[in-house]
């Protein structure tokens, strides 16, 4: 990597001290345009050449790249993006029914959790993203697709493992001298570290909270996600519970469905079980085929019958429409470019 410093992960304060900018409104006026996604000095109008040159000779918009480019015909856009190190990550852009765009951004190149059905998991870990990576994903898919309404910790990577960075890029992202996103509309999702629920209840930063839980068959999950032997159930509702008892936020219970595996009355029963006496609401995926996998993504009438099952008991369910599939940027498949360059 170039020795030059970058400057999507630095605050007004910090451009300043490391680049001794007067007179002091001159790093705010950088720091907006770097939100307004810019990609030369050339494009900050209201700074004068020689600051320019200074820093462009000194520091660098961005230290990723976009690679590739993909669209799926239901709108969803997947970009590659290529790291200073070479490492390959992917970002998501989800479009719902009323317009409203996300961007499913990923906070590690691979993930150690290892979930038996997620292609990002048989990759392992290559490292944490810096939290000047993580702004740049939002950057670039916002000069592809438009003005963003939200963003979630949805893609490649356990966002606990990497809480410091996303603390720092989620900082500056909600900045009202940056772009100003509402914190309201920012999503964090686990596998289910409990440390971690706890560290985001009692310290920030303010998002919503999502648990990827699958199953509640205790045994089951322990086999499709390695996390459960060190964050058990009962563990893992407490800290739900602690969550919304401490933000007032309601969480989100997110499942993959797979047939035969966690589709049936006893799967329906131990869900509604850890669900009693929590504010959450269930977010069931019909599983995103991946290669190499022995998945089965559940029939129409077998996803029928387990909401039915669900929503017999009050629970608050709703089945996610499968977005992106054919470009490889559905929940579960992101990572194929990087395990396509590995074989």
């Avoid at 790291?83 to 990923?106: F, M, Y």
């Avoid at 129409?300 to 499968?322: C, G, I």
Wanted: aromatic letters at 6%; proline letters at 4%; a positive charge.
């Amino acid at each position: 990597m170039s020795d030059k410093t970058v400057l999507t992960g630095l605050s007004p304060e910090e451009i300043s001290t490391r680049f001794q900018l007067k007179p002091s409104f001159r790093a705010k006026q950088i720091y907006e345009w770097i939100a307004k996604g810019v990609e030369s000095f050339d494009e900050m109008t209201n700074i004068d050449k020689a600051t320019r040159e200074k820093l462009s000779e000194s520091a660098l918009l961005r230290s990723s790249s976009v690679s590739e480019v993909l669209k799926d015909p239901d709108g969803t856009i997947k970009l590659q993006i290529t790291l200073h190190d070479g490492r390959a990550i992917e970002t998501v852009l989800l479009t719902d029914k009323e317009g409203r765009k996300t961007a499913c951004v990923s906070c590690q190149a691979g993930c150690a959790m290892k979930c038996a059905f997620c292609q990002t998991g048989q990759l392992g870990l290559g490292r944490n993203l810096t939290p000047g990576e993580i702004v740049e994903e939002f950057l670039y898919m916002e000069k592809e697709a438009g003005k963003l309404d939200n963003i979630v910790f949805m893609g490649m990577g356990e966002p606990f493992q990497n809480l410091d960075s996303i603390r720092k890029a989620v900082a500056i992202l909600t900045d009202p001298k940056g772009r100003a996103l509402s914190s309201r509309r920012i999503t964090l999702s686990t596998c289910g570290l409990v440390k971690g629920i706890y560290e985001l209840a009692n310290n920030g930063p303010k998002m919503r909270l999502a648990i990827s839980l699958t199953t509640a068959d205790e045994e089951l999950r322990k086999e499709l996600m390695p996390v459960t032997a060190g964050n058990p159930l009962s563990e893992l509702k407490k800290a739900i519970a602690y969550f919304i008892e401490k933000t007032g936020k309601r969480v989100t219970l997110e499942a993959a469905l797979l047939s035969g595996k966690n589709t049936g009355r006893e799967s329906a029963d131990r869900l509604i079980a850890f669900a009693k006496g929590l504010d959450v609401y269930i977010n069931l995926i019909p599983w995103n085929p991946v290669p190499g996998l022995d998945f089965t993504t559940p029939s129409a009438d077998e996803v029928k019958s387990f909401v039915k099952m669900l929503e017999q008991a009050n629970l608050n369910v709703n089945l996610r429409t499968r977005r992106g599939e054919k470009i490889g940027g559905a929940c579960g498949q992101l990572g194929r470019s990087q395990a396509q360059q590995e074989t």
